[in-house]
């Protein structure tokens, strides 16, 4: 039987029902596993694994099941995996030791604990107190930051991006009324920038399909910043040249790219008749004609 370590717990004399009495959770470097007591916090649960743990005073507790929780952080929900249902424990603990496996990162400075992922997103922040790092999943994403954005800024936006010598024209005739005294800004407009972005015109020679699927554009992109909900980091697209309708597939890896275009070209093939010809892009170019697959 499998041993898990809690170096600090107090033991609930009560029943199995039995439930955490703080809904926090106390980031623990002393726990083998992250635990809590609070059976409706889990997702699904395995009670067929049983084990035991081990506190301080050397006594040991029943461990009464496995599972994942859904908690909130500041990048979206996450799955914690692997949580033990220790209902004789009063706290709910998560595990340094199990974050870190997990590819977690975790940061003690000034009296913060920060969070984050393997991609150096934070999750989270925790506030010691009592010489303690506690969170409440429930309340990480209540809280708002303001944005302060000066007059000229403001209005900037609120018309189309106006670019700021006109709007201080305006103004400057005395042109409308309510507008404030507006001042050029050195800071660059992303927005503005790429709306005033041109793109080459296509050459007259350039093949255009006739029929759908006779030339079908694709490319992969990634790896993203932030995975999506279920934790993919590339996304393959497919553009028809004839009718414009793209298709998007998210991935979890590069390696999946070939077995997702296979499905794909049996799937548009099967649903409007019309054969593959050619395939355009970043993972190569395909002439099909007789062929099944490139």
Same mark, same amino acid.
């Given at each position: 039987?499998?041993?898990?370590? $809690?170096f ?46 081990? *506190? ?47 590819? !977690?990162? *975790? ?16 999750? $989270? ?35 189309? %991006? ?14 409308? %009324? ?10 660059i ?24 699927f ?19 980091? !590339? ?39 019309n054969?593959?010809?050619d ?6 170019m ?9």
């Amino acid at each position: 039987m499998e041993e898990d370590f $809690l170096f600090m717990a107090t033991i609930q004399e009560m029943c199995n029902t039995a439930k955490a009495n703080d809904s926090s959770w106390l980031i623990d470097s002393g726990c083998t596993n992250h635990m809590t007591a609070d059976l409706s916090l889990f997702k699904d649960l395995d009670k067929s694994y049983l084990s035991r743990v081990r *506190i301080g005073n050397g006594d040991y507790v029943k461990v009464e099941g496995k599972g994942a929780i859904e908690v909130e952080t500041l990048s979206g929900t996450k799955t914690l995996k692997n949580i033990l249902y220790v209902p004789k424990i009063n706290q709910n603990l998560v595990s340094v030791g199990q974050l870190i496996e997990s590819g !977690y990162s *975790i940061f003690f400075n000034d009296g913060v604990c920060d969070i984050k992922d393997k991609n150096g997103v934070l999750l $989270l922040s925790a506030k010691m107190m009592n010489r303690s790092f506690n969170v409440d999943w429930k309340e990480v994403c209540l809280s708002a930051n303001t944005c302060e954005d000066n007059e000229s800024v403001l209005w900037h936006k609120r018309l189309g %991006h106006f670019n700021y010598a006109t709007l201080k024209r305006i103004v400057d005739l005395q042109m409308t %009324h309510g507008l404030p005294d507006i001042q050029e800004q050195k800071s660059i407009c992303e927005a503005y920038q790429l709306g005033k972005q041109t793109r080459v015109v296509f050459p007259d020679n350039a093949f255009k399909a006739l029929s759908k699927f006779q030339l079908v554009h694709t490319d992969v992109c990634g790896p993203m910043h932030n995975e999506s909900l279920n934790d993919s980091k !590339y996304f393959l697209l497919f553009v028809d040249d004839y009718s414009r309708f793209c298709w998007i597939y998210f991935l979890k890896s590069k390696s999946y790219v070939f077995a997702e275009f296979v499905k794909f070209k049996a799937a548009v093939e099967l649903e409007t008749g019309n054969k593959f010809e050619d395939l355009r892009g970043r993972i190569g170019m395909c002439s099909f004609g007789t062929k099944e697959e490139c």
